[in-house]
């Protein structure tokens, strides 16, 4: 499975096209609906969330609610497109007060001077509109197909926020991963450690009333995956450096980690490895989860918990120096529409990119063309692992 993604951030939509989706998945314009929403909540977002609504359309790929093998189209309007028609227009335009309005003071922390160098706009805006994370949208819709897959094997994923801006929640105590989401869907920034949560939405706050904005770091969780997916055989068959790519790929993230991450290089080996069980009813198991889910690129069978850190957004209301491209002049960079904090949604977005990975995974080990011979197949490799 694989899928690309073309729109510009004012252009009149943002466009995926899906790749290798099995056929017989159940699928409306509902699954996707929802996560759109979700992506589009969090406190500590701008203006622009308000004034759209993302809804999908799907224009290709599924008939009478079902995928048919085919490419998905999944396309989202920017309703916002009707104010940028002169902009973002396709056609080439004369009106020069526009196009005297070129974007030619690139922003620290953002691609705009590289994509610039890279290509060789003069009018960064010809990057901007491509780099912003409004892409993120199709993700999260390609996301939600690949939620679809999951839901049918079995296989549960479940992002949330577990620090913004130095604030920190409280080491998770949850009963089920269904509790987990019923509580962080409840919250603006959805985290589960509701004093947290509150400290959280301060520290936006503040940062917003500086012209500051924050970053943070959050957690996806997936649950249900059976022990042997992925592989250590070659470096692009291993899923954990698969997630690992995906989770960077998305705008702002800067690093990743699984289980106990980066605090394995401070712990002796004994307190690092899980140690192997085994029972009549659950066959191999592992006592604790430091792994985060993987050996060897391999799952264990434990859940995979995969964290990314993200960075402060790059627009800030109180600008950082920068230099014009045209007079060479120091300036204040240029600000752009803008959220002050949007670890919240980018959670979302981990969540979707996440699924992806996992999904794509098992859609190929298990099958590949048809839902139920993947689920027949998934379901034999269960058994299996559990008499081995
Ligand atoms: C959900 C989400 C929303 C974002 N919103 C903004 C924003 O409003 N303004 C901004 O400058 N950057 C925003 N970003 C981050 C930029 O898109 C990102 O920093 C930029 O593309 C440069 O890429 P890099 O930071 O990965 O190097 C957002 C990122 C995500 C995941």
Same mark, same amino acid.
């Given at each position: ?9 004012? /252009? ?19 699954? #996707? ?96 509109? =491509? ?27 479940? /992002? ?29 920034? =959805? ?12 520290? #936006? ?6 012209? !500051?904005?924050?970053? /943070? ?19 692009? =068959? ?54 985060? /889910? ?42 752009? =529409? ?30 590949? !063309? ?19």
């Amino acid at each position: 499975m694989r899928y690309l993604t073309a729109g510009e951030s004012h /252009g009149p939509q943002l466009t995926a096209i899906l790749e290798g989706v099995p056929a017989g998945l159940e699928l409306r314009a509902e699954h #996707i609906n929802k996560e759109l929403a979700r992506r589009q909540k969090g406190y500590g977002r701008g203006r622009r969330m308000q004034i759209e609504k993302d809804v999908v359309n799907i224009t290709a790929g599924v008939r009478h609610g079902k995928t048919l093998g085919s490419p998905i189209a999944l396309v989202v309007e920017n309703r916002d497109f009707k104010h940028w028609q002169t902009i973002m227009a396709v056609e080439p335009i004369d009106d020069e007060t526009e196009i005297k309005r070129k974007v030619t003071r690139p922003r620290p922390g953002h691609a705009d001077l590289n994509g610039a160098l890279k290509y060789g706009h003069r009018d960064m805006r010809n990057v901007l509109e =491509r780099s912003s994370a409004r892409e993120t949208t199709v993700r999260v819709a390609a996301g939600a197909v690949a939620k679809r897959i999951l839901e049918e094997v079995g296989i549960r994923v479940a /992002g949330h926020v577990i620090e913004i801006g130095g604030v920190r929640a409280k080491k998770l105590d949850y009963r089920s991963l269904e509790e987990l989401q019923a509580v962080t869907e409840e919250s603006p920034v =959805r985290c589960f450690d509701p004093e947290a949560g509150q400290k959280m939405m301060e520290a #936006i706050d503040l940062a917003k009333k500086n012209g !500051d904005s924050i970053g /943070g770091i959050v957690e996806v969780i997936v649950e249900g995956v059976p022990a042997g997916v992925g592989s250590y055989v070659h470096y692009d =068959r291993k899923l954990d450096a698969k997630i690992a790519a995906a989770i960077v790929s998305i705008n702002a993230f800067k690093g990743v980690e699984f289980g106990i991450g980066f605090e394995a290089a401070r712990r002796p080996g004994s307190e690092v490895h899980d140690e192997i069980i085994w029972s009549p009813e659950q066959g191999f198991s592992r006592r604790t989860n430091r792994a985060g /889910g993987f050996e060897g690129g391999v799952t264990t069978g434990m859940p995979i918990v995969v964290r990314g850190v993200m960075k402060p957004i790059p627009t800030l209301y109180k600008p950082l120096q920068s230099v014009d491209i045209d007079t060479k002049e120091p300036f204040a960079a240029s600000i752009e =529409r803008s959220d002050s904090c949007a670890v919240p949604a980018a959670s979302v977005v981990a969540e979707a990119v996440v699924a992806w990975e996992v999904a794509a995974a098992i859609v190929s080990q298990f099958g590949q !063309d048809r839902i139920d011979l993947i689920k027949e197949n998934i379901e034999r490799a269960r058994r299996y692992a559990k008499e081995f």
